[in-house]
């Protein structure tokens, strides 16, 4: 976890979703769906659509990759539930002065293990 304020460069985006990918996607799926906020500086770049060519093009490990980005507010994905319910957590803290607190916010907000 990085705050805002930590810009990631977009082959660091992309080895975040390599790794995804390699430890917790099985081999015998062959579609990948993937869903992206529309930040100009990590997912519509050319390093992120070829990083997802390679995937199917060169490394041949998905048949067809759909990439979605949701017109903002209209998106009711099980993450825009996460953050609301993370919002709602932060709002019982009076102050939260670094990013660190941040983080362990987030794991006491949890109410499921899927963050």
Known sequence: MY???QARPPDEVCTFLYDYIL???????????????????QNRNNAVVTFLLSLQAVKKRFRKIYHYFPV?????????????TLKRFIKKYDRVYVPEEHEV???????????
Do not use: A, Q
């Open 72 to 84: 903002r507010g209209h998106s009711f994905l099980p993450c825009d539930r996460d953050f609301g």
């Open 3 to 5: 705050h805002e304020g």
């Open 105 to 115: 916010i987030v794991v006491k907000s949890r109410t499921h293990r899927y963050y």
């Open 23 to 41: 430890n917790n996607v099985p081999p015998e799926v062959k579609e990948l769906h993937i869903f992206s906020d529309g930040c100009p500086g």
